[in-house]
C-alpha cells in the first residue's frame, strides 16, 4: 500500500467523441491551482487534497467536470461513462468517482498530525512550570 491515494482512469465511454481526462487543484482562494493531464487505462498517485477531474474535448472544451477528495491510502476509481448510440437513447458523456470521500475527512487528518506536537508543547510547558 502507498501512503497517498491510488487512482484507477477507466474509459468506458461508447462512441467517437473524443475527450482526455485532466485533474487539477480545486480553486482556493489567494493560491494558483495546478494542473496535470492523466492516461486513461492508468493507475496515479495523488497527494490528499481536493481536485477538479475534467474531459477536455479536442477544442479544449470541457465536456464533464467531478469534484475528486483524496485521501492518503485510499483506492479510487475515475471513470468516464456515457453512450453515443446509433439507435436508441444517448447517454451525455460524464465522470464518476468512487467511492465518495467527504473533504472534512481531510481537517481530521489534519488535526492528527498536529495532535503529538501539541502534547509535546504541554509536557515541555508542564516541565518548565514546575522548575520554577
Known sequence: NLLNAQVAIIDTYKGDMKAKPAIRDAPTKGLSTRSEALKFNSVVAVNPGIYQVSLVGKNGTVAANSTFVALNRQSY???????????GPEYPQA???????DPRALQSAAGHKEAPFAL???IVAAALAQMW
Open 77 to 87: 476509481v475515475i471513470m468516464r461513462t456515457g453512450v453515443e448510440p446509433e439507435h
Open 120 to 122: 509535546f508543547v504541554m
Open 95 to 101: 465522470l464518476v468517482v468512487y467511492p465518495e470521500s
